[in-house]
């Protein structure tokens, strides 16, 4: 499953709606602002509704941590993953770092808060499903346009004599 940013396809969406965590007087996390820029999956056909937010730090300039996040069920995971295994399960449902992508040494703390924090705001859970959607319903344009495409071949503008 390929993951591409949100804001590759709705910049001005994502200036406005992009979640941030400012970290003030925190014992665990150093004083900044930690982006959670979403990426979604771009595989036409794929119904997984999952998100990964690259957490994004402006002090340190880099992502700092990988949270994948599914907001269905276990069982819906299971049976789009085809068969009950809930360690498998378990990534896909999430909030979990993502085991394929590095991380930091401040991605457990990050993970927390935004198990913690973000995650129990339900308008933010449901932008991310409005998002997700948005998202997947351009693959899918994307892909019918391409396929419904049919350019006209060099013999066919001659053949008019």
Not at 38 to 45: I, K, L, P, Q, R
Not at 82 to 93: F, Q, S, T, Y
Not at 102 to 122: C, H, T
Request: proline share 6%; glycine share 4%; net charge negative.
């Amino acid at each position: 499953m390929p993951y591409t940013p949100f804001h590759e396809k709705f910049l001005e969406i994502a200036e406005k709606e992009t979640r941030a965590i400012t970290a003030i007087n925190d014992p665990e996390l150093p004083r900044g602002t930690y982006s959670l820029l979403e990426s979604y999956c771009d595989e036409v056909g794929c119904d997984c509704r999952r998100v990964f937010f690259h957490v994004y730090s402006e002090g340190r300039n880099e992502i700092v941590a990988v949270i994948a996040y599914g907001w269905e069920d276990s069982r819906f995971y299971a049976d789009w993953f085809g068969r009950d295994n809930p360690e498998v399960i378990e990534e896909l449902k999430g909030p979990i770092l993502n085991s394929a992508s590095s991380q930091s040494e401040l991605a457990p703390v990050l993970l927390n808060m935004v198990k913690g924090f973000v995650l129990k705001d339900i308008s933010y859970v449901e932008r991310i499903k409005r998002h997700y959607r948005m998202f997947k319903d351009l693959i899918e344009k994307e892909n019918r346009d391409k396929h419904n495409y049919s350019p006209t071949q060099p013999d066919d503008i001659n053949k008019s004599h």
